[in-house]
C-alpha cells in the first residue's frame, strides 16, 4: 500500500510563476472559455458539513510625495551666502515621465501594444515596466488579470470526491494558507476512505508552493480531518468530526524551527460524546483555541456547568482551550448557550479575536429580535441566534444574544460568524427577502435565498449596523448567499460566499445577471466595503473557469490588510495537480480547488 508522507517538505510541488499562471474570463463572459462539468454522480457526502458534519450547505434545502504647494518658482536661498552665483537657468524637475498608456523599455517611454493600456506616470530612468491587457481587472484593481488571479492551487495529487477547498484559512499576513479536504486519505489506494488531509501551501512574493500536507497521527477510516482548519501565527487547528464514533477530535500543528509542521497536541471535550462532533467548527487566536461541539448533550445552561447528563440531545456546546508558557494546551471553559435547548446546534460555529468570542446557535428557536431580547421561548423553528462572551483575566462571561432584526423560520442565523475587533458579521443562508444589495428591504418574504448581518460593539453593546442581501438576489433560485462570510483585520472588508450561485459570468465582474441552467450551482463572492460607516458592494466574483455544480464560495477567507482572497470550490473537477495548473482539465469529479487573488484597491 502506497502512503503519503504525514508532513511534507517544502519543495513537494513546484509552483509555476505568475506569467505562466492561465487567465480564464477575467470580468468576460466569453463562451470560449467555459467548461463543461464532467463531475462524478454525488454520493451524498459532498458538502462539508450538511450531510457530514451537520453544519454547511443549507441551501439546496441541502454564498515622497510631490510639494502641492507649488512648483519650485526659482526663490534664491537667502539663508547663507551664495558664493556660486545665482543659478538662472531653467529649474531641474527630474526626468520627464511617460505618458499615459506607455511603458518604460530600455530607458525610454515606448507606447503600449494593441489593447493593452498603462497609467501615466512611469519612470523611463527605473526598471522596465510593462502594460495591461484593457480589463475589468484593470479597471477595478489597477492589475492584469494574471495578477488578480494569483494562483489556482489543486493538492499535489487530486482524486475524485476528495473535497479539497471545504474549508479554508488565511494567516494574517496572507503568506500562508490552511486547506481542509475532509474525504481526502494517506493512503491512496482507498477511494472514500474519509480519513481527511489538510495542506500547507506558503507564498514568496506571488508565487505559492505547497508546503506541507497534514494528516493526523492516528489517521483512520471516516475521521473527517480537515471538516475545518484554522491559523494564527506558527499554530494550525484542523477539526475531524467523525474521530471516535464522531466524538470528534481537533488538531494542533506547530511550525517548528526549519519550517516543518509538527501535530503538537490532540484536543478533546472534557465530556466527550459519541456523535457531538467536537470540531466541526474551530478558530484560533494566538494562545486561545475555540471549538465547537454543536451536537453535544448536556442540557445545562450556565458556563462550566454540568456537562455529564445527555438530557438535551444535539443542544451543542464549545470548549475554549488556552496555551500555558510551557506551550502545553488545556481546557478552560465549557460554554453552553444560556437557553439551551433540543436540536438548537449551538457552536454550529465559532469565532475568536482577542478576548471576544462568538458562537453561532443557527437552529434556536426563538422567536425574538435584535439584541439581548428573549431567548426563553421556542417559537420559531430554527431561526437561529449567536451569543457574544468576552473575557476578563482567565474568566469568560456572557456579554450578549444577538437574534436577526427579520428573525425567520428555518433562516439558520448563526450559520457562519466573522469578528474582528468591534465588528462582527454573521450569515443566515436560509433567510427570504427577495431584495438585493446593501440595506434591502428584508420584509419581503420570498424564496431562501440568504442575507449578511453585520453588527458593531461600542463599549460593552451591540447593535445591528447593516443588513446586506447578494447584489443579483432573484427569487427564482436559492444562491445561499452567506455559505462562507470573513471580514479583514480593520472590519472594513467584508468577504461573503454563494455556493449555488448561477449566473455564467466568469472572473472579475462579469455580468451577475445571466442566470444559466448550465451554470446551476457554479458559485460567486462577493467583498462588501465600509467607509465611515456606509457599506458598499465592492467586488463580484467568480472561479476563473466556472461551470456548473462547482460550488465555488463553500469556503473562503481574507488577509488582514484585506489585500488577498482565497475562494475554496470542493467540488471543482480539475484533474491536474498542484499549482496553476491546467484549468480545463475535469476528469477528477468534486475534487475541488482554491482559487487565490488580489483585491485591494
Not at 497609467?119 to 494574471?146: N, R
Not at 462571561?397 to 475587533?421: E, M, P, T, V
Request: hydrophobic letters at 35%.
Amino acid at each position: 500500500m502506497k502512503f503519503r508522507s504525514a508532513i511534507r517538505p517544502i519543495t513537494l510541488v513546484a509552483a509555476l510563476t505568475l506569467a505562466a499562471a492561465p487567465v480564464v474570463g477575467c470580468g468576460g463572459d466569453d463562451d470560449d472559455k467555459k467548461q463543461t462539468n464532467n463531475t462524478l454522480a454525488d454520493t451524498g457526502g459532498s458538502d462539508a458539513g450538511a450531510e457530514d458534519t451537520g453544519s454547511n450547505d443549507t441551501g439546496a434545502e441541502d454564498t515622497g510625495s510631490e510639494d502641492a504647494a507649488a512648483d519650485d518658482a526659482g526663490t534664491e536661498d537667502t539663508g547663507a551666502v551664495d558664493t556660486g552665483g545665482e543659478d538662472t537657468g531653467p529649474e531641474d524637475t527630474g526626468p520627464a515621465l511617460c505618458a499615459e498608456n506607455e511603458r518604460v523599455e530600455a530607458g525610454a517611454c515606448v507606447a503600449c501594444d494593441s489593447g493593452t493600456v498603462n497609467a501615466a506616470g512611469d519612470d523611463p530612468t527605473g526598471p522596465d515596466t510593462e502594460c495591461f491587457t484593457d480589463d475589468d481587472c484593470y479597471a477595478v484593481l489597477g492589475v492584469d488579470c494574471e495578477a488578480y488571479q494569483e494562483a489556482y492551487i489543486k493538492a499535489d495529487s487530486p482524486y475524485a470526491q476528495d473535497f479539497f477547498g471545504n474549508a479554508v484559512d488565511l494567516s494574517a499576513d496572507g503568506k500562508t494558507l490552511v486547506v481542509g479536504a475532509f474525504w481526502d486519505e494517506p493512503a491512496t489506494e482507498i477511494p472514500n476512505f474519509r480519513s481527511g488531509m489538510a495542506y500547507v501551501f506558503e507564498r514568496d512574493g506571488t508565487t505559492w508552493t505547497q508546503q506541507a500536507a497534514l494528516v493526523a497521527d492516528n489517521y483512520d477510516e471516516g475521521h473527517k480531518f480537515g471538516t475545518s482548519v484554522a491559523i494564527s501565527g506558527a499554530t494550525i487547528v484542523v477539526g475531524a468530526t467523525g474521530v471516535a464514533s464522531s466524538t470528534g477530535a481537533a488538531y494542533v500543528f506547530d511550525r517548528d524551527a526549519q519550517g516543518d509542521w509538527i501535530q503538537t497536541t490532540m484536543l478533546q471535550a472534557s465530556n466527550a460524546g459519541t456523535e457531538d462532533e467536537f470540531g466541526n467548527a474551530v478558530d484560533i487566536d494566538g494562545d486561545t483555541i475555540v471549538v465547537g461541539a454543536f451536537k453535544e448533550d448536556s442540557k445545562t445552561r450556565t458556563i462550566d456547568g454540568d456537562g455529564t447528563n445527555d438530557e438535551a440531545p444535539d443542544s451543542g456546546a464549545a470548549y475554549v482551550f488556552e496555551r500555558d508558557a510551557q506551550g502545553a494546551w488545556a481546557q478552560s471553559t465549557y460554554l453552553k448557550a444560556a437557553n439551551a435547548g433540543h436540536e438548537d446546534w449551538y457552536g454550529a460555529s465559532v469565532a475568536i479575536d482577542g478576548d471576544t468570542i462568538a458562537v453561532g446557535v443557527r437552529q434556536d428557536d426563538s422567536d425574538s429580535t435584535g439584541v439581548d431580547a428573549d431567548a426563553s421561548n421556542n417559537n420559531l423553528e430554527d431561526a437561529g441566534s449567536v451569543f457574544v462572551y468576552t473575557r476578563d483575566g482567565q474568566s469568560w462571561a456572557q456579554q450578549a444574544y444577538i437574534k436577526a432584526s427579520n428573525a425567520g423560520r428555518n433562516d439558520s442565523f448563526g450559520y457562519k460568524l466573522a469578528l474582528a475587533g468591534d465588528t462582527l458579521a454573521v450569515s443566515a443562508p436560509g433567510e427570504k427577502s427577495g431584495d438585493s444589495g446593501v440595506g434591502a428591504d428584508q420584509n419581503l418574504d420570498d424564496l431562501r435565498t440568504g442575507a449578511v448581518y453585520v453588527f458593531t460593539r461600542a463599549g460593552t453593546s451591540w447593535s445591528q449596523q447593516v443588513y446586506i442581501k447578494a447584489p443579483n438576489n432573484v427569487s427564482s433560485y436559492n444562491p445561499v448567499f452567506g455559505q462562507s462570510i470573513d471580514l479583514s483585520a480593520s472590519g472594513d472588508t467584508l468577504a461573503v460566499g454563494a455556493v449555488l450561485e448561477g449566473s455564467d459570468a466568469a472572473g472579475l465582474n462579469g455580468n451577475m445577471t445571466n442566470f444559466q441552467q448550465s451554470h446551476t450551482d457554479s458559485g460567486a463572492a462577493y467583498t462588501f466595503t465600509r467607509n465611515a460607516g456606509t457599506w458598499t458592494h465592492d467586488l463580484y466574483i467568480k472561479a476563473p473557469n466556472s461551470y456548473g455544480l462547482q460550488r465555488f464560495g463553500q469556503s473562503l477567507a481574507i488577509s488582514a490588510d484585506a489585500d488577498r482572497l482565497v475562494v475554496g470550490a470542493h467540488h471543482e473537477s480539475g484533474g491536474s495537480g498542484g499549482i496553476n495548473g491546467d484549468m480545463t482539465d475535469t476528469s477528477a469529479g468534486k475534487a475541488g480547488a482554491v482559487y487565490m487573488q488580489r483585491i485591494a484597491r
